[in-house]
């Protein structure tokens, strides 16, 4: 389905030069002399790099339609990630490299949404805050308190984040999955 540029919504997803991308924002604008255009910030689906366009007003660009479906993380057997939709029980196998990063924060049975864009598999988008526990990291002494520095400790997934100096191994950590930031201890 074509869409001009007077169509454009910020979330919306078009092709640009054979890319899949998102709208992030726009601006029409009408200059006293000559004619009318849009500024826009287009992020690229594949890559996540947001890059500024201007187009004329009026161009046409073919829309794509994003799906988001919420499944199951069930197991990885080396090669697949396998997941399951709680409707149907329909499993899926996904190679490890469309997972990509995410798979470090994907535990067993744990929801996450799977991202297609016509029917293709885009992205993997595990929770936002995901509670992992902690397997190696170096003891916490007493005297070491919140306001202290950090150390490195590696998770059940095997993830390393930076944790407080007072955290033990054992302990379950919440996580923000968008940049591996320890939230809290639970």
């Given at each position: 389905?074509?869409?001009?540029?007077?169509?454009?919504?910020?979330?919306?997803?078009?092709?640009n030069n054979g890319k899949m991308c998102t709208i992030v924002e726009f601006q029409h604008v009408k200059p006293g002399k000559g004619g009318a255009f849009v500024r826009t910030k287009l992020r690229d689906i594949k890559?996540?790099?947001?890059?500024?366009?201007?187009?004329?007003?009026?161009?046409?660009?073919?829309?794509?339609?994003?799906?988001?479906?919420?499944?199951?993380?069930?197991?990885?057997?080396?090669?697949?990630?396998?997941?399951?939709?709680?409707?149907?029980?329909?499993?899926?196998?996904?190679?490890?490299?469309?997972?990509?990063?995410?798979?470090?924060?994907?535990?067993?049975?744990?929801?996450?949404?799977?991202?297609?864009?016509?029917?293709?598999?885009?992205?993997?988008?595990?929770?936002?805050?995901?509670?992992?526990?902690?397997?190696?990291?170096?003891?916490?002494?007493?005297?070491?308190?919140?306001?202290?520095?950090?150390?490195?400790?590696?998770?059940?997934?095997?993830?390393?984040?930076?944790?407080?100096?007072?955290?033990?191994?054992?302990?379950?950590?919440?996580?923000?999955?968008?940049?591996?930031?320890?939230?809290?201890?639970?």
């Open positions: 389905m074509a869409i001009s540029t007077a169509d454009f919504k910020n979330g919306m997803c078009i092709m890559t996540g790099r947001v890059v500024d366009y201007t187009f004329n007003a009026g161009t046409k660009f073919d829309q794509v339609r994003l799906e988001t479906k919420k499944m199951q993380y069930l197991y990885n057997d080396g090669a697949d990630y396998y997941f399951m939709d709680n409707n149907t029980y329909e499993q899926i196998g996904i190679p490890a490299d469309v997972v990509g990063d995410n798979a470090k924060w994907l535990k067993e049975n744990d929801e996450a949404s799977l991202l297609y864009a016509d029917e293709e598999l885009i992205s993997i988008e595990p929770q936002m805050f995901v509670e992992l526990e902690i397997v190696q990291t170096d003891p916490g002494f007493k005297g070491d308190t919140v306001q202290g520095g950090t150390k490195p400790a590696t998770l059940e997934t095997g993830a390393v984040i930076q944790v407080p100096l007072y955290m033990n191994q054992g302990e379950i950590v919440q996580v923000d999955s968008r940049d591996g930031r320890f939230i809290k201890r639970v």
